[in-house]
């Protein structure tokens, strides 16, 4: 059986030809909101699921001390030769523990949790990464009630691809209990892609408010 990390090297086979539409609305959120939570210039910041790297090359430039972390050599590999500075690592967040405990003022981990079977040892992980008041940015795909009858009616196996890679599935009053459950506070709830109540994708700000 192909472990984990075979999987997503697999996935990420051809890096060059990635392209998501909505990195730069996403980008345009982080820019508004960082700032907003108090993460200031030069603050240490993970970008967790790093990919290519397209989003630690952007913390860089924003002036913040910017780290990756993907389970994929290939995306890592791909991320370092496309957006040097920012420091990468290969392997799970747990792989961070507990050698950078506390290291981090915000993590951001985008259209990542909904690939995840161990949703709480991810939290867990998160939790312990960030310094006391840290912030967590987080994006999921978004599921509420119109959208939930949009997909059931026109596309249900499209969306909920049997063979696909997404296992999780938030609504919001699921994804809040999660993150409160794990000690974190959230202070923003929008999305993006689209239009509410069809949104793409949520994109979440929260407060480490106690450990875990």
Known sequence: MTDIAEYYDKSWSRPELYNDRTTPLRMALLRRHLPAAGIATGARVLDLGCGCGEFSGFFKELGYEAEGIDISANAVEYARRNHPGPAYHVGEVQTLLPARAGAFDAVFSSEVIEHLFDVEGYLRSINRLLKPRGVLVLTTPYHGVAKNIVIAMSKF???????GQHIRFFDKPGLDMCL??????????????RFWPLWMSHFVVSRKAHDV
Not at 157 to 163: G, Y
Not at 180 to 193: D, L, S
Request: charged share 25%; net charge positive.
């Open 157 to 163: 196996s499209r969306h909920f691809d049997p063979l």
């Open 180 to 193: 409160r459950k794990f000690g974190f506070a959230p202070e923003v709830w929008t999305g993006f892609g």
